[in-house]
Nanobody, 126 residues
Framework: QVQLVESGGGLVQAGGSLRLSCAAS????????MGWFRQAPGKEREFVAA????????NYADSVKGRFTISRDNAKNTVYLQMNSLKPEDTAVYYC???????????????????WGQGTQVTVSS
């Protein structure tokens, strides 16, 4: 089992920045990738960013490319999502997720992940 706890959400004005954290605990040594997703009211959960441990490969949704950056701190077992130039349409609950299955995937689908955090709210005002 893996436990994930997100933090860092909040209210920010358009153009501002936030950094989300996702602290992992438990059997994390089996993890091969971690992703960030978001879900706005009335919408489906959508992919934001992913990082694969092998080769430190990253992947971003087109809507956040150039504005968001995913990174990790191995010593702290924590993955971050730095969000800059935030827009009102970035408002959502943000979730982190971890994948432990070792088959090759793009990491952009929620079904590709095995464990999820509880989410943190990000609200961007115009």
């Amino acid at each position: 089992q893996v436990q994930l706890v997100e933090s860092g959400g909040g209210l920010v004005q358009a153009g501002g920045s936030l950094r989300l954290s996702c602290a992992a605990s438990g059997r994390t040594f089996n993890s091969v990738a971690m992703g960030w997703f978001r879900q706005a009211p009335g919408k489906e959960r959508e992919f934001v960013a992913a990082m694969f441990w092998i080769g430190v490969i990253t992947n971003y949704a087109d809507s956040v490319k150039g504005r968001f950056t995913i990174s990790r701190d191995n010593a702290k077992n924590t993955v971050y999502l730095q969000m800059n130039s935030l827009k009102p349409e970035d408002t959502a609950v943000y979730y982190c997720a971890v994948r432990q299955r070792r088959t090759v995937v793009a990491g952009t689908e929620a079904r590709e992940y095995d464990y999820w955090g509880q989410g943190t709210q990000v609200t961007v005002s115009s």
